[in-house]
């Protein structure tokens, strides 16, 4: 047998520019929802929140990336709180990571490759409190960047160590981007999946028939990830990669981790207007999630 006869009995299928549609949809039939990314405190989750109703689009769930460490008890209520009552997804991302701890490599170009993984038992025990912390204050979404930490979270909740509900989203930054990584990612308990930024649409096409659960693609990049912005691809997307979290408002960022502000979080609900413009204007038919639908990691 050959290597891609193999691949394919195994569920990995190669595409080429006459992609079929994505038959795959969120629970509730939808294909798309959005992701605002890079809010990093109460102020600017609260921005975010009225620029929704200046520019009267809708965002499913928005992402805090600096780490939860970082973040008081205060902050994380309010923002849970926040989210809640607007009936967002409030995903936090795991605070220890390689370059916030004493290692030296993570700060070298070749060492770099390490990205935000957890180093010895020490870091990887700290980052399961962390997570503990945020779900003890209410949150259920989780933003994780380390292979090995994913599979002991999700060994800890299906031993209700962790509640049933709180989902695991795996960072762009854990640098994974083709079907076979997705798929083992699946399997040690990912809810949602963002590959590496820059897949072209057959490559994300290959990730989607590998995989159920859904895509969190980038729309736009700050400048530190590229800078490139996908406006015009969304509709294509939706139709190849779906479900998807349409990943949008990064372009207002100067890097990762970027403490948005409140007028910032503004900005960035703007790019979430043109992305859906774009998509109204060339996709009409394509169905977004309504606001609060059942399977949303909400706070409680």
């Not at 994380?76 to 989210?83: H, K, V």
């Not at 912390?133 to 800890?156: F, H, P, Q, S, T």
């Not at 989203?169 to 930024?197: M, T, Y």
Request: charged share 25%; with cysteine.
């Amino acid at each position: 047998m050959n290597t891609s006869n193999f691949l394919e009995k195994i569920g990995i299928i190669k595409h080429d520019e006459n992609i079929s549609d994505s038959i795959k949809r969120f629970p509730d039939g939808a294909q798309y929802r959005f992701e605002v990314p890079g809010i990093q405190k109460p102020g600017a989750l609260e921005g975010l929140l009225d620029a929704l109703d200046k520019y009267e689009v809708m965002v499913h769930r928005v992402t805090q990336t600096k780490g939860i460490m970082l973040l008081t008890d205060q902050e994380i209520i309010e923002m849970a709180d926040m989210a809640r009552d607007a009936r967002i997804e409030l995903f936090l991302g795991v605070g220890p990571r390689a370059t916030y701890d004493t290692s030296a490599s993570a700060k070298t170009p070749e060492g770099a490759r390490i990205g935000y993984r957890l180093r010895g038992y020490d870091n990887l025990s700290y980052a399961i409190e962390d997570v503990r912390r945020a779900v003890d204050l209410g949150v259920r979404g989780i933003v994780v960047y380390d292979e090995g930490l994913l599979w002991v979270l999700n060994k800890m909740r299906e031993e209700r160590e962790l509640p049933a509900n709180v989902h695991f989203k795996v960072s762009a930054h854990c640098g994974h981007g083709n079907p076979a990584s997705a798929l083992l990612l699946e399997k040690i308990g990912a809810d949602s999946f963002n590959p590496v930024r820059d897949l072209q649409i057959p490559m994300l096409a290959s990730v989607r028939e590998a995989i159920n659960i859904p895509l969190d693609i980038h729309m736009e990049n700050p400048k530190s990830s590229g800078g490139f912005i996908r406006h015009y691809e969304a509709p294509e997307i939706i139709r190849n990669a779906c479900p998807v979290y349409l990943k949008t408002g990064g372009a207002v960022a100067a890097h990762h981790g970027y403490d948005t502000t409140r007028k910032e979080a503004g900005e960035r609900v703007k790019q979430v207007l043109l992305v859906q413009s774009m998509i109204n204007r060339f996709y009409p038919d394509a169905v977004m999630s309504n606001r609060g639908v059942a399977d949303l990691a909400l706070p409680e």
